[in-house]
């Protein structure tokens, strides 16, 4: 199985969201399924096959998240990350200030979706392969 040192190490590559699809591509070789994280903790738990997680300590100081979603917004601004014009920290901020709670990635389905504080879909997207 994985281990947060080796999803450490795959994340030291990342630079930009240009980078997203090389690391969503690394940390599947180590036999990561899917990842949660929590925006206000900056927590992230990664799941494997047959139950095994693994979860890494804050990484950020905690954050608040506004109550009110501002899903037009934060797909422009989520656009631009992936386009490579923010880093993580600025992309975590803005998440938490247009309502962004949290996100999961699944890797088998190729889908990362975003949730607000309620735990609402706020939006799906697509993992390009």
Partial sequence: MFTISQIEAAQAKVQTGADFPA??????????????FEV???????????GFQVSSVAKYEEINIAPAVNAIQFQRELKEHQEG???????????????IASWKVDLLAR????????????FIELIPA
């Fill in 111 to 122: 889908t990362c979706c975003y949730y607000d504080l309620q735990g609402g879909e706020v």
């Fill in 40 to 50: 206000s903790s900056s927590r992230e738990t990664y799941i494997g096959n047959e």
């Fill in 85 to 99: 014009k923010s880093d993580f920290p600025y992309f975590i901020q803005m998440c938490a200030a247009q309502g």
């Fill in 23 to 36: 690391y969503l591509h690394d940390i599947k070789q180590l036999g990561v399924i899917a990842f949660t």
